[in-house]
């Protein structure tokens, strides 16, 4: 979902498909880029006046040669020759890149207000329905109206507690299909079988169904759409940047991601005339089940006085974008933060065992774990933390926007500003942690420091008013599915596979080669066949 960061940009890659057939033309211009154009043209921030330090990027292309694919990774690189505040251009739109726990502190908290918009993409702009929905909005009533729903309907204790059976179904499911795997032996790619679970979860949520049954074909085929969808999201698209190139679509993204969104519209148009028809049907038969009971029922049921912003009730695309929303937000996140969770786990064997012990002795081996055992597993709760820390889901969180131009540490922001806060750098840097690479739970043993929020150099939710409004959700699910997919099998995965921890940036942070694992029952059968 960072939709999200990588989306917005292009960079070289993108920039050299563009001029691909012209190798030498990039080539010669690539060169030119460092010596000559800046010098010629003194850089495109030559109209930003006091601007944080930054490279002085090509007139109309910015920085976008020099930045690849893996943002992220350039920004850290950036970070040390500009420091904890830098700008750069992308394209021809100003941004900037926060890369130190102050910095960070000063942007999200003590600025909040200026810098709590989002950047948004062309193909973001489709599935979300124009930016209708609730991450994407600008700040303003509608997203406060959509978050508060959010927060006290699905996310709140009181609704948590609700959804607890859904949860352990769909975990436990999981483990049952698992040890039916293990029957013969076969390899499981662990994040797909974690989405499933996940999407099915969140589909509950959303209109208590599984929308992603692998059972049947219609649940096959939305998860194939899904799937294409994400990738496509993912995909940084030069017209972003470059709004010149935008009528020529030359990455031919704008054709695909429409073409999905057309088959995704359909599934929700039909989900909520189901919806409507079966309350006409319960009105009629003066059953009237008007009981609010997932998102949708929440959605289609609103009422408001704020006739002013045309929120009397919320339009059919402000639903349609809730509910594309959350999907995209709230699955290949979770499922991706799992996958590196289990390979860090897997390729430690000191940790594992750690692990192990912990488990046996809170859960014992005759039954599976269940949420409320979580409180109780501290060296678990720490790896959980280290996971977050190194391996971020959205690096640069949600880009933000200013929605005004202001100062910060004495320089000048500009209005509609793209903001970067690199908290997978952040990670990394020796001057915020100590050996900073090391994978090492007992880093957060004995200390305070949490993902809610506050703590400013661990912020894999973000924090603030467009914080992470499913983290509660989020962090439950990973520290269960880790704690179940651990505590069930032992599992046997290639070490080649496992020690490759090369990222692929898509919507979020993923393994490059995804992990693969034959499952071993370390539980008495009776446990998995109940
Ligand atoms: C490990 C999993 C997840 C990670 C790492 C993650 C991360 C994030 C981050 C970094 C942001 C932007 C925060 C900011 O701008 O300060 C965000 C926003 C958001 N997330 Fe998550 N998220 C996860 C799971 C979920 C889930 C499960 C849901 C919902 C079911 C969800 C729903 C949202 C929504 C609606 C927003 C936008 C909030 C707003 O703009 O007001 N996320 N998430």
Redo the contacts with the bound molecule.
Sequence with gaps: ?DLLHSSILSLSDCFNSFLSGSMLLAATMSIASYFVIPILFGGQRKNWKNAPPGPAGWPILGSLPHLSHHLHEDFFQLAKIYGPLFSVNMGIKPAIVVSSPEMAAQV?KEKEGMFSS?TITEAIRVVSYDAHS??F?PYGPR?KAL?RI?ITEL?SPKAFEQFESLRTTQVHGLLKHLYLLSKSNTQVNIAESAFTALANL?SN?VCSKNIFDNSKPEGRKMKEVFWEMIKVIGTPNFSDLLPIVKPLDPQGLKRKIRKIFDQMDAFYEKIIEERLAEKVKAQLETTHNNEKTDLLDVLLSYKSNDKENGLERFSRAIIKGMLS??FI???E??SS?VEWGMTEILRQPRIHKKLLLELDQVVGKNRFVVESDIPKLPYLQATVKEV?RLH???PL??P?RTNEACEVAGYHIPKHCIVYVNIWGMARDPKVWENPLDFKPERFIGSSVDVKGQDFNL?????????????P???R??HYYLAALLHAFEWDSPPGILNDMSERVGL?IQKDKSLLGTPKPRLQDSVYEH
């Design positions: 979902m999200l989002r609730i991450i909005s997203w978050r959010l996310l969140v949520f929303e959350m937000a709230g699955t996140t979770t933060t977050f971020p889901g959205v969180i949600i933000r912020l894999p939710f973000g924090t603030g008013r467009r914080s992470c409004v499913g983290w959700l989020a962090h699910m990973v979020t």
